[in-house]
C-alpha cells in the first residue's frame, strides 16, 4: 500500500469530505484553519481524521548529502547518534582535514553537543518533511550543502576552510520513505496539513500548515521509495 501525501486529496477519505461539504462557509470565512476548528463540528471531523491518519504510513522527505550512490537504499535511515556520527566520519574522510582543523572540530562538537546541551536534542531521533514543498526550501538548504548532518556539520558551517571540505563531501539527495503515522511527532498535526490543502480548494489564499515531523526509530531500507538528487527533485 502506498502511504499517504498530506498534500494530496487522497489523505481525506470521502465520508469525512461529504460531512465537510456543509461547513464550507466557515472555510471560506476564515484565512487561518485554527478559526475553522473551533466550531464543535468542524474540531470532530478533525480528530477522527487525525485518528485515521495515524493508522497510515505517511510519506515523508528526508534532506541530506548521500557520501556514494546506493548508500540510502541499502542502508536505510537511523537515529542520530552524535558520538557515533562523528567517530564514523572521522574513519572515513579525516583524512582530508588538517591536523588543525581536526582539533578544532572536536572543540567545536564538545563545545555544542555536550557542554551546550546539544546532544540530548539530537540523539535518538530521525526527521523528515511531511510535505513535498518543505523538502526543497531555505530550511532544508544546509543539510544538502554540508555533509554529516546535524551531528557533523553545525558547529562548524562558519569554519571557511572545514566548511568548504564538507561541502565538497558527498550529493545532495531527497530520501523519500514511508514512515508509520502512529510515531510521527509531527510539528502540527497530520490533519492539520490536510484540511488546510482542502481549506485552500475553497479560499486560495488559506494558510497552508506544512511541517517536519520526527520519529524515535530507524528507516528501514524497505521503507525508503526513492532517493533523488536535489538538482532532479521537484517540489
Known amino acids: 500500500m502506498l502511504p499517504l501525501r498530506l498534500e494530496s486529496p487522497d489523505a481525506l477519505p470521502a465520508g469525512l469530505a461529504s460531512r465537510l461539504v456543509a461547513h464550507r462557509a466557515l472555510f471560506r470565512m476564515h484565512e487561518f484553519l485554527d478559526s475553522v476548528l473551533e ?10 481524521l487525525e485518528a485515521h491518519l495515524s493508522q497510515q504510513r505517511i510519506h515523508g522527505y528526508h534532506s541530506t548529502k548521500e557520501p556514494v550512490p546506493g548508500f540510502f537504499v541499502a542502508r536505510g535511515l537511523r ?9 564514523e566520519f572521522l574513519a572515513a574522510f579525516g583524512d582530508r582535514f588538517t591536523e588543525t582543523e581536526l582539533a578544532e572540530m ?21 526527521w523528515a518533511c511531511l510535505s513535498r514543498s518543505l523538502a526543497k526550501t ?17 558547529p562548524l558551517k562558519n569554519d571557511s576552510s572545514v566548511a568548504a571540505k564538507l561541502e565538497a563531501i558527498g550529493q545532495p539527495v531527497v530520501v523519500e520513505v514511508s514512515l508509520p503515522g502512529a510515531v510521527l511527532e509531527a510539528q502540527h498535526p497530520m490533519a492539520m496539513a490536510v484540511l488546510s490543502h482542502y481549506h485552500r480548494t475553497i479560499r486560495p489564499d488559506a494558510h ?19 532517493v533523488t538528487q536535489l538538482h532532479e527533485f521537484q517540489p
Open 106 to 126: 572536536k572543540v567545536a562538537w564538545h563545545e555544542y553537543f555536550v557542554q551546550g546541551g546539544q546532544r540530548r536534542h539530537r540523539n535518538g531521533l530521525v
Open 208 to 226: 497552508l500548515y506544512e511541517s517536519e515531523a520526527r520519529l524515535r526509530q530507524a528507516v528501514p531500507a524497505a521503507d525508503v521509495i526513492r
Open 39 to 48: 466550531h464543535t463540528a468542524v474540531r470532530a471531523i478533525a480528530d477522527e
Open 79 to 87: 537515529p542520530t547518534d552524535v558520538e557515533t556520527h562523528q567517530a
Open 138 to 154: 531555505s530550511g532544508t538548504e544546509t543539510f544538502y550543502r554540508y555533509f554529516g548532518g546535524e551531528a557533523v556539520f553545525m
